[in-house]
């Protein structure tokens, strides 16, 4: 199977790609949004991991998030639809349903995003459903939680050098529960869908299957 893979440079890029090449024929598909602009798929396979990620520092001005995340979405999606490619991933996120998660979440949640990174996330999912696919066609649409593992460079990282400099933990009597996500376990989902088409299209919720409090999550961290 030839596989596309956009934003390969990212931190699921890097590993999934490195996942997949043992068995596929994987190449990185480089985009970025451009009005009007038409894309010619030679895969048999989309992976579209590209997008703008919600921004912690509050600087982005929010029409590149609907670009980035929701039009060059559609782009993609479009020429998938007009092709002889046989599998769409899109790389959605929970912020599409909503910014905190209270309880448990699940893919019947009524969407509620707060955010134009989740809004514009939400959007292309819309969009994504909206079309009726030819026989033979799957899309899935994957919205994981807090991703971790090597080369991640977000929250998790941040923490992890806390707790390498011997930092106290503020929250020690704290008690959650939140679900993470290894980056094996999304590579591992991921490849099954590619060659599972016994798998129904739609929305999967991607998370590891015990989920942890945060407390817990430091232990782990300090044995690292």
């Known amino acids: 199977m030839k596989i596309a893979i956009t934003g390969a440079t990212g931190f699921v890029g890097v590993n999934l790609e490195n996942y997949l090449k043992t068995s596929q024929d994987v190449e990185s598909m480089r985009v970025r949004y451009l009005p009007n602009q038409q894309f010619d798929i030679k895969s048999d396979a989309i992976i579209h991991l590209a997008g703008k990620a919600h921004d912690l520092k509050k600087v982005s001005h929010p029409q590149d998030y609907y670009e980035a995340n929701f039009e060059l979405t559609k782009q ?14 899109f790389m959605s ?22 955010t134009h990174y989740g809004i514009a996330k939400h959007q292309a999912e819309q969009y994504i459903l909206s079309h009726k696919l030819s026989e033979g066609k799957r899309v899935y649409i994957l919205r994981p939680c807090m991703i971790h593992g090597p080369g991640n460079k977000g929250n998790l990282n941040l923490l992890y050098q806390l707790v390498a400099k011997g930092f106290p ?4 009597t704290f008690e959650n529960q939140r679900s993470f996500l290894s980056i094996e376990n999304l590579c591992f989902v991921i490849k099954e869908l590619l060659e ?16 942890l409090s945060t407390n817990e999550l430091i232990e782990l961290l300090g044995t690292r």
């Open 93 to 114: 996120t929970v912020k599409a349903v909503a910014d905190e998660v209270k309880g448990i979440l699940s893919e019947d949640a009524i969407p509620n995003p707060k």
């Open 169 to 172: 933990w503020p929250l020690g």
């Open 76 to 89: 993609l999606f479009d020429a998938f639809l007009n092709s002889e490619a046989k599998v769409f991933v």
């Open 196 to 211: 599972n088409n016994a798998i129904p299209s739609g929305i999967y919720q991607v998370a590891d299957d015990a989920s």
